[in-house]
């Protein structure tokens, strides 16, 4: 190693005392026919030149084959070896090898953004870099780089943080120099300012002002001449960018997230006790839980598992979120500048933990129909509904169901967790699947929670959820029941279960609501509610719709129907009138139905209000 190359290197660290022992005995990593010699420590960051050439960026390039006008400057830059620990490079001029650089820099961070974020975090990663010294055929003196080969995105981020371009760090920055000094000396009166104080611009170039990093000083062939210096670092690279690992499964990192999750829930007191935390990552049979006080159900543990991982309560979801957050990657196109952790993002951890009951007790296929079943069965808002995992009986949760259906609530936490929890039983056992794409009548295009939202609007749904849940605690299949609640029998005498076809042609039929022997008053009233519950849909709609109109507007910015709808306005507006003045007489005289049946009872209350006086 020439003196020009050990002064190049001498520059980068930020301390050359603790970098200086290794040299005698130098770290080595394993490549394919070969061990690579390295020193690692902290370097300065605008000391490292980012690969003109970096890997990723490899398609943009454009050859002279082309013939392409305003081809970016972009060449294919072969190194070669030139001695031990150096490579050498050459290209036409110093103002090209600059360009060169810039691009590389600007393709490969407008390409890849890194996760976390770089301003954020700093450089995480070490890079990996060789001296290379550059020829120029301008007739310009050589100069000696550090180039990095490995990390070439984190480097690209990291500069455009501390504010150095592609001219500084190949000539204008040498670590003795002024112009180094001053770059040190404003990134130290930043550090020295009060943290308050600190901009977040000047938090990033703190951060990302110093790196870790690995310099390869050499190669250790197995079979001497083999490979040269030049072909280990490409095969070093290829590591990484072309012979990429494979990657992770979803259940795999389903599995993994899941877990922290729990470990981060029951540190933040979300999970109550160790053996809660074991009993949902499933470190427990439904045995050893019963020592702890735990109810033992399988539909329990899956309701409380769906409940952590959807609920948008902010101490549970805080806790939920940090470890998903923390290595959630960006989508493919790289817009996402922060990891957004949703209820798409969590409920298959969720359904991964509730999958590992199944673990080895079923195919790899049946598990995942199950957790796809699973997901598409349950609600689709949930995050929005108010619910919480209780220990009400099946039959407890069906009356309380019950009572939220014919008082016409908008909340309805009973029917909620009566819904997850048959939900589960009904994917676990098979008994629901997807969407039926049978042309003609027995077609079915309805997801399974959209079939499920069918059940639990009558009381013949509500009443077979209930008997789901029982019936799984007892360990049999899921049975048809009567309105009496009795199991239906057929012609042989035996049950008759619970499937996918009796759900959605008999239970929940896609054109109406299944009949039942209602008594006339009851069935005016189970008409009365459906007709509350379409008006509603039907003014939400409405409103919707006119939000539409509004947005229809002119080149001028002016809605159409302000300046154009005059007759269209005067018609929709009398119609509301009217409706209103028909909504105001019915408000009325509610009011004043209710006022003489409040003062017609014993204690002074309706039998709907649980002894609540309405304040107005």
């Keep these: 190693m020439d003196d020009r190359v050990a002064g190049a290197i001498s520059t980068i660290w930020t301390n050359p005392e603790a970098v200086l022992p290794q040299i005698a005995n130098p770290q080595r990593r394993r490549i394919p026919g070969a061990y690579l010699l390295v020193i690692s420590g902290s370097v300065y960051t605008a000391r490292l030149v980012p690969d003109p050439l970096n890997p990723r960026n490899a398609d943009h390039v454009q050859f002279a084959l082309a013939q392409a006008d305003g081809a970016p400057p972009a060449t294919l830059v072969p190194a070669f070896a030139a001695g031990e620990g150096e490579l050498s490079i050459h290209v036409d001029s110093r103002a090209a090898f600059i360009d060169q650089v810039d691009w590389a820099v600007e393709t490969t961070r407008n390409r890849n953004k890194p996760v976390p974020d770089i301003a954020e975090q ?116 290829a590591q990484d960018h072309l012979n990429t690992k494979e990657p992770w499964s979803d259940e795999a990192k389903h599995t993994a997230l899941a877990e922290e999750c729990l470990i981060s829930a029951r540190a933040a007191g979300v999970i109550p006790t160790d053996a809660d935390a074991d009993w949902l990552a499933g470190r427990l049979t439904a045995k050893e839980v019963m020592a702890h006080k735990i109810v033992p159900f399988m539909d329990d543990r899956a309701a409380r598992a769906i409940h952590l991982f959807t609920t948008s309560d902010p101490q549970i979801h805080n806790a939920v979120r940090r470890p998903i957050a923390l290595v959630l990657t960006n989508e493919p196109t790289g817009r996402t500048k922060r990891p957004k952790v949703t209820t798409k993002t969590k409920l298959p951890l969720a359904a991964e933990l509730i999958a590992r009951e199944r673990r080895g007790a079923a195919l790899d296929g049946e598990l995942a129909r199950f957790r796809k079943t699973l997901t598409d069965a349950l609600p689709s808002d949930l995050q929005k509904m108010v619910w919480r995992p209780t220990k009400r009986s099946p039959e407890e949760l069906y009356q309380a169901a019950v009572r939220e259906l014919e008082e016409v609530k908008d909340e309805r936490p009973a029917t909620t967790e009566l819904r997850v929890r048959a939900a589960y039983i009904l994917a676990k056992r098979g008994a629901i699947s997807g969407p039926r794409h049978d042309a003609g009548p027995g077609g079915d295009r309805r997801s399974a929670g959209a079939v499920i939202e069918a059940l639990v609007d009558t009381k013949p749904g509500l009443r077979h959820l209930r008997q789901i849940i029982e019936d799984d ?109 028909e909504a105001q007489d019915w408000w009325e005289r509610a009011v004043e139905a209710h006022g003489t049946y409040n003062g017609s009872t014993a204690d002074g209350a309706s039998d709907g209000d649980d002894g609540e006086q309405e304040v107005t």
Excluded: W
């Design 122 to 237: 700093g450089i995480m990663d070490p890079p990996i870099g060789v001296a290379t010294t550059v020829h120029y055929a301008s007739g310009e003196a050589p100069s000696t780089i550090v180039l990095v080969r490995e990390g070439s995105s984190r480097v690209s981020h990291g500069h455009h943080h501390i504010g150095v371009t592609a001219a500084d760090v190949l000539f204008n920055l040498p670590r003795n120099a002024s112009s180094m000094q001053a770059h040190i000396d404003e990134i130290n009166s930043s550090v020295r300012k009060a943290v308050e104080d600190i901009l977040p611009m000047e938090k990033a170039k703190i951060r990302c002002a110093a790196t870790d990093f690995e310099l390869i000083i050499g190669v250790v062939p197995d079979v001497p001449g083999a490979v040269d210096l030049s072909e280990a670092i490409k095969a070093r690279v």
């Design 473 to 581: 605690r007892a360990g049999v299949a899921p049975r048809q029941v009567d309105d009496n609640g009795e199991p239906r029998k057929d012609g042989e005498g035996k049950d008759m279960p619970i499937d996918n076809d009796f759900l959605r042609t008999k239970l929940a039929p896609k054109d109406g609501i299944p009949t039942e022997s209602l008594d006339p008053a009851a069935r005016v009233r189970d008409h009365y509610r459906h007709a509350v519950l379409a008006t509603k849909d039907a003014l939400r709609n409405l409103e919707s719709q006119m939000h539409n109109l509004a947005g229809l507007k002119d080149g001028d910015d002016v809605p159409l129907i302000e300046r154009e709808g005059r007759a269209h306005a005067r018609l929709l507006k009398d119609k509301l009138q009217e409706l209103a003045a």
